[in-house]
């Protein structure tokens, strides 16, 4: 029997592998619909906030985006299915995007936090929105302050921008003055730079560090709640990175499964709601930012109008 999604990494809520996975089932349950999509918190309550145009629709879209991230995981931790994980990361990764208040949003936290989902997903749309995000934004390196710059360095992976990720990593390794709680972050730095030096054996050696228990549950600790308690996220995202650019770094466990690494696409991606649809992928965030504005505008001063109309007829006064 496969030991894969069953070992126990630790929790920041202090939840052992049963209560993390029962807090999980609690969320995907909302998608699943056993007795909680009509709830003031379910699915089809937000899906109406959206629709009607009057509220803050990309806040439920990304309460939404949240209960297809715990699908996700659920999906792994009941049944190994790899394939309805990778739909269910795309639903969540994309409704993170289209929730966006503001074009950066949605990149914030750990890079485990943000872009886990969107690359390990496969999907390729998402993939290239990423890449597509890396001129965003400087993320120079703060030695107080690393979120951005490590943010960063993961988007030029993904890229392939080989000699600005080089010269980066470098920098961040060669620091004498590097943060105590940035020291976790040193494996995936060597593994960077053994990356663009396209050193496949480098970048198996730099991961298995991430493998071994200690660094495992540090480097994953709080990083995401419905991953963080049984899966090596770091591990799983640069090798995914790395398979991505073509390298098969033949790493294997079961807090990092081989099934897991491998990038392959889905056949077909579905967006299970038709507000999601409308995204074009091609054109700035800002744009799908401004479009949902101008939805709720004139919907609220239809409303308006509506009530005034209402209140002139019945109680026979202009207003």
Known sequence: MSANYTIYLG???????????????????????????????????????????KENSSFYMGRIGVYYEAKASLELLLHSDVTTFKQD???GAKLRILSSEEPL???????TSCFFLPIMSDNPDLIHFLINSRDSFLGEYKRKDTYSFFLKNTL???????????VRSE?????SKMQKKDEK??????FYIALCNKDNEGMK??????????????AVYDNNVWFDFYLQMQVLMYGKIASIHGFDLGIDSPIAPKELIEYKPLEKYEDP?????????????????????????KANKQEKKLEKGFFSRFFNINL
């Open 273 to 297: 709601y038709d507000f999601m649809k409308e995204f074009d992928y091609s054109q700035p965030l800002e744009n799908w930012i401004d479009f949902w504005k101008q939805k709720t505008n």
């Open 205 to 218: 050696i730099a991961l298995e560090k991430l493998l071994e228990p200690k660094l495992a549950k540090n």
């Open 89 to 91: 990361a795309y639903v």
């Open 156 to 166: 030029l992976a993904l890229a392939g921008d080989w000699e600005s990720l080089k």
């Open 11 to 53: 929790s920041s809520g202090k939840r052992n592998y049963q209560e993390s996975v029962e807090h999980v089932i609690g969320r995907a349950e909302y998608i699943l619909g056993k007795g909680y999509a009509d709830e003031e918190v379910g699915v089809n309550s937000f899906l109406n906030k959206i629709y009607s145009k």
């Open 171 to 175: 920098n961040f390794l060669n620091d």
């Open 185 to 190: 972050r040193i494996p995936d730095h060597e």
């Open 105 to 111: 949003s949605w990149i914030s936290g750990y890079n």
